[in-house]
């Protein structure tokens, strides 16, 4: 039976494919007349939270362990936040809502870093109360890690990315994709995420000898969950 929340997210570090997947699912559901609504986030075009945020990755505000985590996840919630009445209304049209990055992210990416665990822990409890219970933001069905073989993201970061969706750095580096320790800590806060919550899951993408799978086996796995869970019929 399909489902009425059909709302889709795909999860991964900086440089771990995401943008390809997004483009053959997204290639997938118009070749099948699946209606759908795409989203990316953080959306370093908006006023006021998109505009503090293309900010703070170009390190306008210091550098990543300069900056208070908490202030940090309330700019990405509140780019989130704004959002909310598009998203619901595409739900309510039983549309397939396809997200890059949503609440987890912002967990992942503030609790690596602190080193505590008490302070991650708390850290967490604190982003999903505010993006889920203050904001009330409309919660997903499914999220989807993409987990990537780390040299495979270290190599991409490390080379010279370009493209329209870079503009918000107006040429600077971004503070997150630069620091691979990050990056690694990162890895670690999303493994945790996927055995603790039911709704995020890992899409393996290694091959048998530890390297990346090929952009399409990974799209076919994709595909062939998002039939399992009833997202696709």
Same mark, same amino acid.
């Given at each position: 039976m399909?489902?009425s929340?059909?709302?889709?997210v795909i999860e991964?570090?900086?440089?771990a ?7 053959l ?8 007349n ?13 006023p006021?939270y998109g505009?503090l945020i ?11 362990n300069e ?5 940090v996840?309330?700019?990405y ?5 704004e959002?909310?009445? &598009?998203i ?7 549309l397939?809502?396809l997200?890059d990055r949503?609440?987890?992210?912002n ?9 505590n ?9 604190? &982003?999903?109360?505010?993006?889920y219970?203050h904001?009330?933001?409309?919660k997903?069905?499914l999220s989807?890690?993409l ?6 993201v270290s ?9 329209e969706?870079?503009?918000y ?12 320790t990050?990056?690694?800590d ?5 493994l945790?995420l996927?055995?603790?919550?039911d709704? &995020? ?10 390297g990346?799978?090929?952009?399409q086996?990974?799209?076919?796995r994709?595909i062939?969950l998002?039939?399992k ?5």
């Amino acid at each position: 039976m399909l489902l009425s929340n059909k709302f889709i997210v795909i999860e991964g570090l900086d440089g771990a494919g995401k943008s390809t997947q997004i483009k053959l699912l997204k290639k997938y559901f118009v070749n099948n007349n699946i209606d759908f609504q795409y989203l990316h986030f953080p959306r370093t075009d908006s006023p006021i939270y998109g505009e503090l945020i293309s900010k703070f990755l170009q390190g306008e505000f210091g550098y990543t362990n300069e900056v208070n985590p908490y202030l940090v996840a309330l700019l990405y919630a509140g780019d989130r936040n704004e959002t909310k009445d &598009i998203i619901n209304n595409y739900m309510k049209n039983n549309l397939i809502v396809l997200v890059d990055r949503y609440v987890y992210s912002n967990i992942a990416f503030q609790c690596a870093k602190f080193s505590n665990l008490k302070k991650k822990e708390k850290l967490e409890s604190w &982003i999903l109360n505010l993006e889920y219970k203050h904001n009330k933001i409309p919660k997903p069905f499914l999220s989807l890690y993409l987990r990537v073989p780390f040299d495979f993201v270290s190599k991409k970061l490390n080379n010279v990315r370009s493209g329209e969706e870079r503009s918000y750095l107006n040429g600077k580096k971004d503070i997150h994709e630069s620091d691979l320790t990050l990056q690694k800590d990162v890895e670690k806060e999303y493994l945790k995420l996927i055995e603790k919550y039911d709704d &995020i899951v890992n899409i393996d993408c290694f091959t048998q000898n530890k390297g990346i799978n090929e952009p399409q086996i990974i799209h076919e796995r994709i595909i062939d969950l998002l039939f399992k869970k009833g997202l696709l019929s």
